[in-house]
């Protein structure tokens, strides 16, 4: 059974392209983030909702747009993409209730933009 | 912002010899985390720290928080080669961000 699942693995397409990235999770928890991972393997958040309310949106780019219909999913879309935006992104989630920090993280989007 | 210091970034030692990782702040966190991420993979947690002074043992592995939960540690005793990966400490504050460090990639020769 897959706790946090992404969807796709990997992502190629061209720079102004539009894209999604999805989340599920299945771990009942009531947080879910965003990540970036860049080539240097630097894991920096950039989203985070807890009950589908957005509580942490870091410095990020007004092209990148969380939803989140559910507690169990969190998608990320991604517009009018950039070169710079190439990257791995994983989801995560935890149970902030339980008052266990630990994240558990989905295997990533390799997204490539050329 | 808080930052936390993760050193050494990079670090290749022969299979059997001991190293220790480090990760510094001046913040104080309610919990410390270490994760260890393989290549292609997600991050996987490999333990909590949560009291200042706090030691706790994973096999060869022993995690120390700090005395004021500002710093910790992950020392490896006789390393192997299934060691190899990236290790990363995330400090955790109550009712806000989790703060990765930028992580230590560990190899080890056999």
């Known amino acids: 059974d897959t706790a946090v699942s992404q969807t796709p693995k990997y992502l190629v397409t061209q720079m102004g392209n539009d894209k999604s990235i999805k989340c599920e999770q299945n771990?009942?928890?009531?947080?879910m983030y965003w990540y970036k991972q860049d080539s240097k393997k630097f894991l920096k958040i950039m989203f985070s909702?807890?009950?589908?309310?957005?509580?942490i949106n870091e410095t990020v780019p007004n092209r990148f747009s969380p939803k989140s219909p559910d507690k169990a999913h969190l998608n990320l879309h991604i517009n009018s993409l950039e070169l710079g935006d190439s990257a791995v992104y994983f989801c995560?989630?935890?149970?902030?209730?339980?008052?266990?920090?630990?994240?558990?993280f989905g295997p990533g989007t390799r997204l490539l933009v050329l | 912002t808080q930052l936390l210091e993760q050193s050494p970034q990079f670090l290749s030692i022969q299979e059997g010899e001991n190293l220790t990782v480090y990760c510094n702040s001046s913040?104080?966190?309610?919990?410390l985390q270490w994760y260890r991420q393989e290549p292609g993979e997600g991050p996987v947690l490999l333990v909590t720290?949560?009291?200042?002074?706090e030691v706790k043992k994973l096999k060869r592995l022993t995690f120390q928080f700090g005395d004021a939960r500002k710093d910790s540690s992950l020392h490896i005793t006789a390393a192997q080669p299934g060691d190899t990966g990236l290790y990363l400490c995330?400090?955790?504050?109550?009712?806000?961000?989790?703060?990765f460090g930028k992580g230590t990639r560990l190899h080890i020769l056999p």
């Open positions: 720290v949560v009291t200042g002074g």
């Open positions: 995330a400090g955790a504050r109550r009712d806000d961000k989790i703060i």
């Open positions: 771990l009942g928890h009531d947080t």
């Open positions: 995560a989630s935890s149970s902030w209730t339980s008052g266990d920090e630990t994240q558990y």
């Open positions: 909702y807890n009950n589908k309310e957005l509580i």
């Open positions: 913040s104080v966190f309610s919990s």
